[in-house]
């Protein structure tokens, strides 16, 4: 305010100067302007708003239905003058396969079993049709086997046989064969046998005794036999008492051959492991002596 004060008795002497000056006789004097300084605005602060924090919503629950329990449709009942449905017959369900237990599929012990080796003695009966010379026999003799082989299943046996026999009469001669043979058990004990293989038969000639007449080729066998064990029967392996009945038949085109085996053998049997058979629990953990 006083600023503008003194602005203004400034601007009132200028005016009134010159008026004075020209009354005066003197030309009035042309005062210099001053310049007019132009106030400084204060500067205006803008207040500084205020953050305005937006409320947080609070979450809504939404209700959990409560189940509804379905009614349970009550079974018709049909009227009683309906004629009743004429009822199929039920087929009976597929009877599944059991499965077998490790003991069920293993062998339980017995004498014959595993390899085995035979020692047998004969009587033998034998006739030979020499066409040449006629026929010879029907003729007793005796005769000798061996046979190795292994029991491969509970009912068959495979093996190996050598079989010689000499014939006495007045003309004795003899025979021999080697063959592969199986053996087939009808029961537990009992079995027939068959075989194949190469057999010689022979003899002197009773015209000529320089020289001999006989037979080399392919001969067959058939037989039966019975075992009993002179083992424990509840072990694997032991020893076996035999009789044997055995027929064969040497093919030839001039010196055919036939004859019956009638003996006894005696085996050896080695048995199989532990592990292979079908023990009680406490036969198969029981400790060895």
């Given at each position: 305010m006083r600023r503008i004060s003194l602005v203004l008795v400034r601007s009132s002497l200028l005016v009134l100067a010159p008026i004075v000056v020209h009354a005066q006789g003197q030309p009035p004097a042309v005062p210099e302007p001053e310049p007019v300084v132009a106030p400084i605005p204060e500067p205006v602060v803008a207040p500084i708003p205020e953050p305005v924090v937006a409320p947080i919503p609070e979450p809504v629950v939404a209700p959990i239905p409560e189940p509804v329990a379905m009614p349970?449709?009550?079974?018709?009942?049909?009227?009683?003058?309906?004629?009743?449905?004429?009822?199929?017959?039920?087929?009976?369900?597929?009877?599944?396969?059991?499965?077998?237990?490790?003991?069920?599929?293993?062998?339980?012990?017995?004498?014959?079993?595993?390899?085995?080796?035979?020692?047998?003695?004969?009587?033998?009966?034998?006739?030979?049709?020499?066409?040449?010379?006629?026929?010879?026999?029907?003729?007793?003799g005796q005769g000798l086997s061996l046979r190795i082989g292994e029991r491969i299943t509970d009912r068959l046996d495979l093996g190996l046989a050598l079989a010689y026999a000499s014939v006495y009469g007045e003309d004795p001669w003899s025979f021999g064969r080697i063959t592969v043979h199986a053996q087939g058990y009808v029961t537990k004990k009992s079995f027939i046998h068959a075989g194949f293989g190469f057999g010689a038969a022979g003899g002197g000639d009773p015209e000529d005794p320089d020289f001999s007449r006989g037979r080399f080729g392919d001969v067959y066998t058939v037989g039966a036999g019975h075992n009993f064990y002179i083992s424990d029967e509840s072990k694997s392996g032991g020893w076996l008492v035999t009789p044997v009945v055995t027929a064969e038949y040497g093919r030839d085109d001039t010196f055919p051959n036939a004859g019956v085996w009638l003996g006894v053998e005696i085996s050896h049997w080695w048995g199989i492991p532990r592990n292979q058979l079908g023990l009680d629990f406490d036969e198969a953990y029981k400790r060895r002596e």
């Open positions: 349970i449709p009550e079974p018709a009942i049909k009227p009683e003058h309906e004629p009743a449905a004429a009822a199929l017959p039920e087929e009976p369900p597929a009877e599944e396969d059991a499965p077998q237990s490790k003991d069920a599929l293993l062998d339980k012990p017995s004498p014959h079993q595993g390899h085995f080796i035979a020692l047998g003695l004969h009587g033998a009966l034998a006739t030979v049709n020499d066409r040449d010379r006629g026929r010879r026999g029907p003729a007793l």
